[in-house]
């Protein structure tokens, strides 16, 4: 059987860039494809970021338990294939989904045996900082963003571990030491974790 790793973050953490150079040197390791209702950005591809459907649909596929989770974040809803994680951990493969933490929950419940992982950003000025750098979204959205991050960051204490990636390279290395059964020194309790908390969420 293979592993579940559950990764949740505030927008804007840098989890996504996180994730891609994980599955560039971990072949073992999938990403679950979640669908969504919201519109496809510049650059998504269907099937590859995500399974872009209707709100119909989407509620269809709730009707029917289709999902291992699913919520409404921003107006748009989100949810994971309960088949297609379940087919893939059968096969032995390592899983790494990226969902947020009310998603998180739901997949804890339900799988108590995944392992999860809780991207910080080192500071609230780093985390406006790249929500403008990524040039996807209103003023009036990251403005949004920027407030909803300190309720998402306050459930840091749900997940395992928590990374703070300040440092990509190292917040790379430290996610794979994670991933690979370690990680003993990343859990969420620290005291360092404790103390960042503190400025980041007001």
């Not at 997949?107 to 609230?124: D, E, N, T, Y």
């Not at 059964?181 to 005291?191: D, E, H, M």
Request: aromatic share 6%; glycine share 8%; net charge neutral.
């Amino acid at each position: 059987m293979g592993q579940l790793f559950v990764i949740s973050a505030p927008s804007g953490a840098g989890k996504t860039s996180l994730v891609r150079a994980l599955l560039e040197t971990r072949p073992n390791l999938l990403v679950s494809v979640s669908h969504t209702t919201r519109s496809p950005r510049a650059q998504e591809v269907e099937g590859r970021d995500y399974h872009f459907v209707t709100p119909l649909r989407f509620q269809e596929l709730v009707a029917q338990d289709a999902f291992l989770e699913h919520a409404s974040v921003f107006d748009n809803f989100y949810g994971t294939g309960r088949a297609q994680i379940e087919e893939k951990l059968r096969l032995g493969k390592d899983v790494l989904l990226e969902i947020d933490w009310q998603g998180a929950r739901q997949v804890r419940g339900a799988m108590p045996g995944c392992k999860s992982i809780f991207i910080l950003p080192p500071s609230r000025a780093a985390l406006e900082q790249r929500l403008r750098e990524r040039r996807t979204d209103s003023a009036a959205t990251i403005a949004r963003r920027l407030a909803d991050a300190s309720a998402d960051m306050s459930h840091y204490r749900e997940f395992d571990f928590v990374v703070v990636n300040d440092h990509f390279e190292r917040a790379r290395q430290e996610l794979g030491e994670i991933l690979d059964g370690g990680g003993a020194g990343l859990r969420s309790t620290r005291p360092q974790v404790v103390n960042l908390i503190a400025s980041l969420v007001r």
